[in-house]
């Protein structure tokens, strides 16, 4: 069987390269050049390689940066010179490596990129609201029944299961409440706990969080697979406006439905609490709804009412701020409609602490 082989040998501070310069060879030329002990050599003959691969090339440069920089390499074919300028890496400078970014410099970058993120938030809010304004008194830059499509989307089809959870809520709370109420006898008071969490705060909030998994995730799915797919571009070419297309629909429909779904969440929720005090506490169901109407007034259906409109605006805000801003393919559609997801069930949460602070005052 063929070998390939390859020898070295020195003359007169000149290095003699002979035979295969592979990737097979290398290692034995290596030893060869050990056990020479040059000191310093001023050429690297190639005239006797007869074969010349990226392995070879890249020895060659080893031996001349860290060996013997003073060396000139002489001798070369054409096809070896080819080849040298094609794997060679001494005369390509590497890229700079950006040095990792320091305390300040990172709280400068997040400074910088909430100030645009707000200033976007800011005028994403004021088109929808402006368009949303027009929008109701006429219905032109929208496709005709967008709006009853969507109330039907995020409204109609959500009703079961907003139903189903706002009536095992009322039942847990309802359960967990009277377990500590009816030892100290005041088991009818199951009925003013449940109506004021349920009208003031879990109703608004529970279907919030619903909403914001079920229809903010589309909001903003929807809007990025449009922009990726650039139908929002072609809707800006033919002079229609996206905010009042796309997105004013899905505000006027969610603002309508939200108040409707957070009512249902309501008187479901009170079921489930008068289901648990007919059952488990003997109260009668006289009692159960004089004392509901007893403790809740106009306020507290104020309260919830006005929640569930606000949370609907950030809903359709925070999905179609991230369907717009989509980066990639499939995998941003994924990753942006994730995070609105997210931010909006965050902004919900801390949107309703700051609204029971302001009614407390």
Do not use: C
């Amino acid at each position: 069987m063929h070998q390939d082989k390859s020898n070295i040998k020195l003359d007169d501070q000149s290095l003699y390269l002979n035979g295969v310069l592979t990737h097979n060879t290398i290692p034995d030329i290596q030893t060869q050049l050990k056990r020479l002990k040059i000191s310093r050599i001023e050429t690297l003959d190639l005239s006797g390689v007869t074969q010349l691969d990226s392995a070879g090339v890249g020895f060659l440069d080893q031996v001349i940066e860290q060996q013997f920089p003073e060396a000139k390499l002489t001798n070369m074919s054409d096809k070896h010179r080819q080849a040298l300028e094609t794997f060679t890496s001494r005369n390509h400078t590497l890229p700079n490596i950006p040095h990792a970014a320091g305390l300040f410099e990172k709280l400068g970058a997040g400074t910088y990129d909430l100030r645009h993120t707000i200033s976007e938030l800011i005028l994403l809010i004021s088109e929808v609201t402006y368009w949303s304004a027009v929008g109701l008194f006429s219905g032109k830059g929208r496709r005709k029944g967008a709006v009853l499509h969507q109330i039907l989307l995020v409204g109609s089809d959500a009703v079961g299961i907003i139903a189903l959870l706002s009536l095992v809520l009322g039942l847990i709370l309802a359960l967990q409440s009277a377990a500590q109420l009816r030892q100290f006898g005041a088991s009818i008071y199951v009925a003013d706990l449940i109506a004021v969490s349920m009208v003031r705060e879990m109703g608004p909030m529970m279907t919030a969080i619903i909403i914001a998994g079920r229809s903010g995730s589309s909001f903003a799915a929807e809007i990025s697979s449009m922009k990726v797919s650039e139908e929002i571009d072609a809707l800006r070419m033919m002079a229609v406006n996206p905010i009042r297309y796309v997105v004013v629909p899905k505000f006027i429909a969610l603002s309508i439905s939200m108040p409707l779904l957070v009512t249902l969440s309501m008187i479901l929720g009170i079921f489930g609490g008068f289901i648990i005090g007919v059952t488990y506490l003997d109260l009668t169901p006289l009692s159960y709804f004089t004392e509901t109407l007893s403790v809740l007034t106009l306020e507290d259906l104020f309260v919830g009412l006005s929640k569930s409109l606000f949370f609907a605006g950030v809903i359709v805000i925070i999905g179609s701020y991230f369907g717009f801003r989509v980066q990639g393919g499939a995998e941003g559609v994924g990753r942006v409609t994730t995070s609105a997801v997210v931010s909006s069930i965050f902004a919900v949460i801390i949107l309703d602490a700051l609204f029971s602070l302001i009614y407390m005052l």
